[in-house]
């Protein structure tokens, strides 16, 4: 199949790490991709990872890919309140398709 | 603002009619995508054209039709409405032909609501 599934929400204090985790299916995905989503607006790309990388880090983002389970996380670090939103993780399906997770919903508290 | 624009913003419709939605993507960007999300689906990726041409497909009903201009703005064309087509369409523009580019800019969103 082709699902891809994340967990449906996450509540995090300010100040503290979250970790937004995903589950893919297809083992021949060579691009994973995280998108943010906040309210009333469109997709917003964040960060990606290529296959053959097992992390990847970008100021506050920190991208991890465990290929054998098919589980990508997100680690955002020092969360803010302005990071609350709906994350997305996708991949890429048989070089045409780009699947998107259920998303989830990060909730940040002061 | 990622500089891709849809028309309209919002839009109401009884069933079984037919709506047109609009995007105009980046400048010189080729590609264009269409995505619908609802509540129960999720995010679904529907439809690429590149460069007036159609290049992917996903799960796109047969009631809905795309097409892009040469001036690269897209239409998406929505027939026999049913409830169930209420969602959220977007659309994404991006200088590449492949998916596997990560560059895809996203538009705000055209909300139908069909009663």
């Known amino acids: 199949g082709e699902d891809v599934e994340q967990s449906l929400f996450l509540s995090v204090r300010e100040g503290d790490s979250s970790v937004i985790n995903c589950t893919y299916t297809d083992s021949s995905s060579t691009y994973l991709y995280w998108y943010k989503q906040e309210p009333g607006a469109g997709l917003q790309l964040l960060t990606y990872i290529f296959s053959n990388m097992d992390m990847k880090q970008d100021q506050r983002l920190t991208v991890l890919l465990n290929k054998k389970d098919k589980h990508l996380s997100l680690r955002i670090a020092d969360t803010q309140t302005g990071d609350s939103a709906i994350y997305f993780c996708?991949?890429?399906?048989?070089?045409?398709?780009?699947?998107f997770g259920t998303g989830t919903r990060l909730q940040v508290f002061p | 603002d990622s500089g891709v624009t849809q028309t309209p913003k919002h839009l109401i419709t009884a069933t079984g009619q037919r709506v047109t939605l609009r995007c105009s993507p980046r400048s010189g960007d080729l590609s264009v995508y269409w995505y619908q999300q609802s509540l129960d689906q999720g995010l679904q990726f529907l439809i690429q054209?590149?460069?007036?041409?159609?290049?992917a497909k996903g799960n796109i009903l047969e009631r809905f039709s795309a097409q892009q201009f040469p001036d690269l703005h897209s239409e998406l064309n929505l027939s026999s409405l049913e409830l169930g087509d209420s969602a959220l369409y977007f659309c994404?523009?991006?200088?590449?032909?492949?998916?596997?580019?990560?560059?895809?800019?996203f538009g705000p969103g055209t909300r139908l609501t069909v009663t």
């Open positions: 996708a991949e890429v399906v048989n070089t045409d398709k780009l699947i």
């Open positions: 994404a523009s991006s200088p590449s032909s492949s998916l596997r580019s990560y560059e895809q800019y």
């Open positions: 054209y590149y460069n007036g041409e159609e290049r």
